[in-house]
């Protein structure tokens, strides 16, 4: 069992920057595709980011593209989300998920299987 523990999460202001970390407990996962998703107050979890466990590839949201930058360094066993040039629209609880080992990277939610509890994201304006 994989048990992810997201960290860097607070409050900013707009046009600000966060680096949001994501680390597993007790296990490696560099041959799992990771994930960042949020969940803003009253609406759906939505896809933000996601990377393959080689790192080679990435996918982003339309609305975080240019200003988010998702990346592992598999050596600290770490993925980290960078995000600048942050929104109010940005306020959120974000979430990292794992994938299957070896699986290849997707953003459908349904293919992760391996959660954090959130850390929270607040943007004033």
């Known amino acids: 069992q994989l048990q992810l523990v997201e960290s860097g999460g607070g409050l900013v202001q707009a046009g600000d920057s966060l680096r949001l970390s994501c680390a597993p407990s007790?296990?490696?996962?560099?041959?799992?595709?990771v994930g960042w998703f949020r969940q803003a107050p009253g609406k759906e979890r939505e896809f933000v980011a996601a990377?393959?466990?080689?790192?080679?590839?990435?996918h982003y949201a339309d609305s975080v593209k240019g200003r988010f930058t998702i990346s592992r360094d598999n050596a600290k066993n770490t993925v980290y989300l960078q995000m600048n040039s942050l929104k109010p629209e940005d306020t959120a609880v974000y979430y990292c998920?794992?994938?299957?080992?070896?699986?290849?990277?997707?953003?459908?939610?349904?293919?992760?299987?391996?959660w954090g509890q959130g850390t929270q994201v607040t943007v004033s304006s």
């Open positions: 998920a794992a994938g299957l080992e070896g699986a290849f990277i997707t953003i459908r939610e349904s293919t992760y299987d391996y």
């Open positions: 007790g296990r490696t996962f560099s041959r799992y595709p």
């Open positions: 990377i393959s466990w080689t790192a080679s590839i990435t």
